[in-house]
């Protein structure tokens, strides 16, 4: 009698097969796509990020009453806001608290964070390629160093599916919540709890992609560093249940 698991079998031992021809395909003329990728990655978690800053002004419609930024200290304006010299007495006249819209003070933190992934990427690349060449070398591997880093390369690729659909679950989370803080600080309050209410689905997306990037590792193990299956399943095990469990924290 044929196992139940027969039929899931075939088709990861399909999709392995795929993978890892894939990755002979790519070899050792096609190496450029792997910049080409990595840049791809930075540029959508980039655009991700602008793209949150959008949900936040698009969907939050509240106003709450700050301190003016650009107010002096009481103290200054106590010795400088009468003498008419004075640098300070145009910005003394001014308002001590003004009223801001809460989305569009978000949408403007939200984009200090460019910067971050502009580096950030990258840098996660560099990680995972060295983590990912380490193990494999444990494991008796022969490809070079410069083979991980285009294994970790197309599997960060999978990486932007995790950041649309997290984007779609924190603009629906969002769209369906009343802001009823009357502080920033209550506001972002209310904000991170709405969005923890998701971390269910999030957490099955996440598991999803890093299943893909399982894939995509074990390919690249038996192409580039001629591992078998079974080992290079070990090793890419290993370090997708690292992930998932950064995922889940």
Not at 32 to 60: C, P
Not at 62 to 88: A, H, I, K, L, Q
């Amino acid at each position: 009698m044929p196992s139940p698991l027969a039929p899931l079998s075939g088709l990861v031992s399909g999709l392995l097969d795929r993978s890892r021809a894939g990755f002979r395909w790519l070899k050792p003329d096609k190496q450029a796509l792997t910049v080409g990728v990595v840049v791809f990655v930075t540029l959508a978690t980039t655009l991700g990020i602008v793209a949150l800053g959008a949900a936040f002004d698009a969907t939050i419609d509240r106003e709450v009453t700050v301190d003016n930024p650009d107010y002096p200290p009481e103290s200054t304006c106590e010795t400088f806001g009468e003498d008419g010299d004075s640098v300070f007495v145009e910005q003394c006249d001014r308002p001590e608290r003004i009223d801001v819209d809460v989305g569009e003070e978000l949408r403007s933190a939200s984009g200090e964070y460019v910067g971050y992934a502009l580096i950030g990427v990258p840098i996660w690349w560099a990680i995972f390629a060295l983590a990912l060449h380490g193990g494999a070398r444990l494991a008796g591997g022969s490809g070079s160093l410069g083979d991980s880093f285009a294994i970790a390369a197309w599997a960060i690729a999978a990486e932007v599916a995790r950041l649309v659909a997290g984007l779609g679950a924190i603009w629906y989370v969002l769209a369906t919540t009343t802001v009823e803080g009357t502080t920033m600080e209550s506001i972002a309050t209310e904000i991170v709890a709405a969005i923890s209410t998701m971390q269910g689905p999030l957490l099955v997306a996440s598991a999803v992609v890093i299943s893909v990037q399982w894939v995509v590792v074990v390919g690249g193990l038996e192409a580039y560093h001629d591992l078998d299956r079974g080992i290079a399943g070990t090793v890419a095990g290993v370090l997708a249940v690292f992930g998932l469990l950064l995922a889940a924290v």
